[in-house]
């Protein structure tokens, strides 16, 4: 047989993103139209409107990705499409349209967990770069906007299995940066601002304590009581559960403990006059106080997550450990994983900058196990704004 193609198709958020990727390992195309200038004047993204860009986008982005890969509608084995999590309407955009497209082809049509793409975004990579040995276990660091979660990967034949061993209990770390740069009058989206900004200022100016964890997690089970996770864990493991909505709040208090909102309004005005505001824009309008609080706090979140990652990979004795997803893009995140890991002897795989934001070549990659295993979804299913990877 030959080696399959998939098209893949993504739209959870506010990216429309199609590719083509070769059997899982080479990535042939990968387009993606970010809807960035649209929800900039909002600080953030708004459902409505990402839903309205992602009809826009999707013809004219899966064109491109098959022209771009040499490929037609005719020649490609398989759609696959991000099922969840995600924004329902933005979801049903893309899921719509790759159900048209299998339909219209008589094409085998995938459905993908968004989470999946996450972790699969570093498997191809390291396909592509020829690396095919991967130790397990594995444990996944899927640090986005939307999600930060904990997973430990198994391959079982060509199908993969995920079990969850910690996330979130409040706001996801992306959503933190988001925050915190909107509270300064940074813009949107505040990850990589915040990343450009944080060498300019003293990461050890600001202490913030570390989050505390104290009550039961009661996701899980209607009638309230903890099943999937809880501060203690199972028998043989703790929990790793994250928290970064009190770093928000204390970053709030400081503001207004040392008067910076004048000043805040003043860089929000400046900065939304500028097209494109270059990291010197950003630079003539932080003082030195703001450099500090936002080199204070991207240190926070990055100690946070290195440490609570590597103390579960301690725990579960894990051979090799994936961080992805939009915040993975984070220099002094990957600067301090490469490091932490090393003197713990444990390899730590990124996917490329690009590849750790949101693009549908990772929906593309993931799906390709499933086309091995002929698990195609049916044409009735539908989007899960909630989806559980497991
Ligand atoms: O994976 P992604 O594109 O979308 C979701 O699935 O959520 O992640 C987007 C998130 C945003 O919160 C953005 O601020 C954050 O990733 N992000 C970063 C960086 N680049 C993107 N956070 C920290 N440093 C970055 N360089
Ligand atoms: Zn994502």
Known sequence: MKAAYILGIESSCDETAAAVVRAGEELISNVVASQIATHQPYGGVVPELASREHLRAIVPVVRQALAEARQTYDTVDAIAVTQGPGLAG???????????LAFALDKPLIAVNHLEGHIHAVLLEERQKGNHELQFPVLALVVSGGHTHLYLAAQKGDAWTYE????TRDDAAGEAFDKVAKLLGLGYPGGPV???????????AVKFPPAQIKHRDRRGRK?????????????D????????SGIKTAILRYVEAHDMRAAIDARR????????????DYLAHCDKRTLNLVASFQRAIVDDLVGKTLAAARSYDVATLFVTGGVAANRELRETFEREGAKEGLPVYFPSRPLSTDNAAMIAAAAYPKFLANDFAPMDFSAEAGMVLR
Do not use: C, M
């Open 90 to 100: 933005a979801l049903l955009v893309g899921i719509s349209y790759a159900k048209a």
């Open 164 to 167: 969850n061993i910690g996330h």
């Open 194 to 204: 915040i990343d450009r900004l944080s060498p300019h200022g003293d990461a050890g």
């Open 223 to 235: 009638d309230g009581r903890a099943v999937e996770s809880n501060v203690e864990g199972n028998d």
């Open 237 to 244: 493991h703790p929990r790793f559960d994250f928290s970064y």
């Open 269 to 280: 005005q400046a900065l939304t006059k500028i097209a494109k505001p270059k990291l010197e």
